[in-house]
């Protein structure tokens, strides 16, 4: 459908640079997903080979991202790595970034495939922290720490580990891109990426308790 979108827009010679824009990544995603088809069987457990030469024109190498687009893989949980790419796979994390990027990629990844993928990425190590305006992270140090009491606002540590490191599948925050933190936590604000308990936090934040977070969470 998007082809013959593409195709007719074309053809009335009036191409917005939104729709170029699109129209890139478009081409861009059909090659990476021929790219990720073409690996042989044998060499479809070799997640350090896929990684390299798929995952890392966004993920960055070693899996630490530059754009912040991206999310950092370094260091995640192997778990939530798991988990993640079964749900972009079977089409249950339906923000619109996970469904314009990662369905497709996921798609082509079986169960294996997946499973080597989480070890090699949580065995790298994380990106260093970025330092943040001092006020934001200050701030944002608070609520991840204490929660806010008066609006039964658990602390984020509660459940990320005491320095965003991770716990069993919840995931690794420290060092992740702050752009990228915003965006999921509007995200499962609005319910497009769905998560219980991540609903139940994010509907008690507002945009600059966000930021504030993201910041922090950024500088670790
Ligand atoms: C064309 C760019 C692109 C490529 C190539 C790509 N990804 Fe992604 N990936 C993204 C974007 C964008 C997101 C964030 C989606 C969102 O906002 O929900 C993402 C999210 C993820 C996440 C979830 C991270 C988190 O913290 O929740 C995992 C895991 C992941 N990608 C793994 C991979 C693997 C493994 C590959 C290679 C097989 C890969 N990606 C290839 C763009 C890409
Ligand atoms: C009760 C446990 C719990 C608490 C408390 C909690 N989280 Fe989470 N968080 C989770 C779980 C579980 C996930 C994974 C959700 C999924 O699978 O989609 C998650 C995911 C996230 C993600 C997405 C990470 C990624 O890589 O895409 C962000 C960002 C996040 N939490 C931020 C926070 C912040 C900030 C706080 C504190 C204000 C917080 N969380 C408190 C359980 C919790």
């Given at each position: 459908?998007?082809?013959?979108?593409?195709?007719?827009?074309?053809?009335?010679?009036?191409?917005?640079?939104?729709?170029?824009?699109?129209?890139?990544?478009?081409?861009?995603?059909?090659?990476?997903?021929?790219?990720?088809?073409?690996?042989?069987?044998?060499?479809?457990?070799?997640?350090?080979?896929i990684?390299?030469?798929?995952?890392?024109?966004?993920?960055?190498?070693?899996?630490?991202?530059?754009?912040?687009?991206?999310?950092?893989?370094?260091?995640?949980?192997?778990?939530?790595?798991?988990?993640?790419?079964?749900?972009?796979?079977?089409?249950?994390?339906?923000?619109?970034?996970?469904?314009?990027?990662?369905?497709?990629?996921?798609?082509?990844?079986?169960?294996?495939?997946?499973?080597?993928l989480?070890?090699?990425?949580?065995?790298?190590?994380?990106?260093q922290?970025?330092?943040?305006?001092?006020?934001?992270?200050?701030?944002?140090e608070?609520?991840?720490?204490?929660?806010?009491?008066?609006?039964?606002?658990?602390?984020?540590?509660?459940?990320?580990?005491?320095?965003?490191?991770?716990?069993g599948?919840?995931?690794?925050?420290?060092?992740?891109?702050?752009?990228?933190?915003?965006?999921?936590?509007?995200?499962?604000?609005?319910g497009?990426?769905?998560?219980?308990?991540?609903?139940?936090?994010?509907?008690?934040?507002?945009?600059?308790?966000?930021?504030?977070?993201?910041?922090?969470?950024?500088?670790?």
């Amino acid at each position: 459908m998007r082809l013959t979108t593409i195709h007719s827009t074309c053809l009335a010679g009036s191409i917005s640079e939104r729709e170029a824009k699109m129209r890139n990544l478009f081409l861009f995603l059909a090659s990476l997903s021929l790219l990720v088809s073409a690996i042989p069987a044998s060499a479809q457990e070799d997640a350090a080979t896929i990684a390299s030469s798929i995952c890392s024109s966004c993920h960055g190498a070693a899996g630490i991202s530059i754009s912040p687009m991206f999310p950092r893989l370094a260091g995640q949980r192997a778990t939530y790595i798991e988990e993640q790419l079964k749900a972009f796979r079977s089409q249950t994390r339906t923000d619109p970034d996970a469904q314009a990027y990662m369905w497709g990629m996921a798609a082509q990844l079986d169960d294996m495939t997946i499973h080597n993928l989480a070890n090699y990425y949580a065995s790298l190590p994380p990106a260093q922290g970025t330092p943040g305006p001092k006020d934001e992270m200050k701030a944002g140090e608070e609520i991840f720490h204490n929660g806010i009491p008066a609006r039964n606002l658990p602390a984020c540590a509660a459940c990320h580990g005491s320095n965003a490191q991770g716990v069993g599948s919840f995931p690794r925050l420290a060092g992740q891109q702050s752009s990228y933190i915003v965006r999921q936590l509007m995200a499962f604000k609005s319910g497009v990426r769905s998560n219980a308990l991540m609903l139940n936090i994010a509907t008690k934040l507002d945009p600059k308790e966000m930021r504030d977070l993201a910041v922090y969470l950024q500088s670790l």
